[in-house]
């Protein structure tokens, strides 16, 4: 394979690519300035300009992050760059010499405490096969990133995405594409950033369709929570967070994250006793004034439009390879149903009458996923507003992987790789297997190429008459109102 190189002039420099197989990557490119020393704990900083050409030919540091537990560490590769310019994108393009093409910018997951752009299921070389320009993003995790300031600036993950999209729309023409053409789109994490990115003022004119895998408009903490996290950090630390090293706060926030797991206590917690997510965006009254599902509702970010969904299976990742699927008993049930705002014994019989014969662990499986992913996503193309000029849809995610014995389903992530037609990667085999089905990343690729293109992904969009929903599977196929007596227990609750 032949390596040329290409530059192209930005707004803060010339940069130096590399051309491959008709794809120009750039890597690295800092869109922010390093968030440490005066600018550690503040909002993102526009970066410093530079002379010559600069090398952008292999991922920057990455965001400080502990990196996943044993044995997440397998099944999610998540790559630890080392150094303090990391806030920085990656850059997928067909032709930086082209005018007006679509771009898509990534926004990962990692439950706001890991990932990066740099992860090798993101590679954007598919989406420039296919015409897109492709944008990767770092961010700000943790408590770099979200632990509550009482006199400092919030939601400084979130300021850095925008900063990253206003990069975007500052620059992209330099790499071929259309500024008044960018959808963003993530997961888990990334799709609930992208929730709060939709119900912020700051977002306006930065993208035009959002996609939103695995995480919706419920995903926020008040302030009041984030006091209690704040307190917890402090208290290991002995010191304020801005008097604390890098590496110490992340200590902190690794011992908090354990804490909150082994001990759920809501007196102590807050709402992270419920998501387990100890670091998340904040309703700060400010970049966020309300929970995000609630200001999509009353009008926010009509003109975007809007395709959302889940998987199938998505709470076996977390209960299966960590032994808590076989340690459930039927006992545990209706108590999780109950905290969940459930009447425990209707819900519980119709999630068995939907899938008979379950174990225990599928049907605590069943009902998280409806919780905290599922249910949240309907709402989203609920909340569009009659009077609103965009559109929504809804998709599902159900191919099984072979993987521990059949029994993550389609779990959680899992259909990452094929929205990025990634399934060549070895790194996936873990979670995918050795032969995942080609034929269904070419649809959900295409899919997801076809709506940042034209607007429509190729099904009917969803309204609260047919509830139109596209399942994903070695068969695709439309199904109207997928799992409907599982959705309708939870009106009024979720």
Known sequence: MTMLDTVVQTQNGALRGQTADDVTAFKGVPYAAPPFGAWRLAAPQPPQRWDGVRDAVAFGPTAPHPGYA????????????????????????????????????????????????????????????????????????????????????????????????????????????????????????????????????????????????????????????????????RARLGVAPSAAGPDELLAAQVAVMQDVQLNPDPARWGEVSANMMAFEPVVDGELLTDLPIRCLAAGAAADVDILAGTTTDEHRLFLVPSGVADATTDDALPVAAALCGLAPATALATYRAARPGASAGELLSDLLTDWFFRIPAIRVSEARPASGTARSWQYEFAWCSPQLGGRLGACHAIEVAFAFDTLADES??????????????????GAWVAFATSGDPGWPPYDLERRAVMRFDETSTVIDDPHAERRVLWDGVR
Do not use: K
């Open 70 to 233: 044993p044995p997440y560490d397998v099944l999610l590769p998540d790559p630890v760059l080392p150094g303090e310019d990391c806030l920085n994108l990656n850059v997928w393009t067909p032709d930086p010499g082209a005018a007006g093409l679509p771009v898509m910018v990534w926004i990962h997951g990692g439950a706001f405490v890991n990932g990066s752009g740099a992860v090798p299921t993101y590679d954007g070389s598919a989406f420039a096969r296919d015409g897109v320009v492709l944008v990767t993003i770092n961010y700000r995790l943790g408590a770099e990133g979200f632990l509550w300031l009482e006199d400092g600036v919030n939601n400084r993950g979130l300021l850095d995405q925008l900063a990253a999209l206003e990069w975007v729309h500052e620059n992209i023409a330099a790499f071929g594409g259309d500024a008044g053409n960018v959808t963003v789109f993530g997961e888990s994490a990334g799709a609930m950033s992208i929730g709060a990115l939709l119900a912020t003022e700051r977002s306006d004119g930065l993208f035009r369709r959002a996609i939103l895998q695995s995480g919706a408009g419920h995903h926020t903490i008040t302030p009041a929570t984030a006091r209690l996290v704040a307190a917890e950090v």
């Open 428 to 445: 996936g085999i873990p979670l995918l297997g050795e032969q995942p089905p080609q034929q269904l990343a070419d649809e959900v690729h």
